[in-house]
């Protein structure tokens, strides 16, 4: 089964809204998310960080969250068209590492 960039959701996409001294975006939820789940959004073509407020949320719903740039991304470090670890990987740690008997 081959999968591809449109089988996953979108990431979230954040429009600026205006608050004193704090910058603030306004974040529509990807999906139902439970308080305190943290997720990558996008702003101004930055990724950031946002915490689910208490309670949670549920998609589509928009909440207001602090735009910090800078605090996501972690999907540059994720290679696309290919496998991150190669076949032996698993022996990379040494033969007593759990990372190759739990392999087996």
Known sequence: MSTTKQDYEPMAVAMPTAVKGVPMVEV????????GYVFDAVANGQTFSVTVPAGGVSRGQTFSAPFVPGGGGVSASVPEGRWKDDLCDCCRFGSCHPALWMGM
Do not use: I, Q
């Open 28 to 35: 529509s939820a990807p999906s139902d998310l439970p308080g």
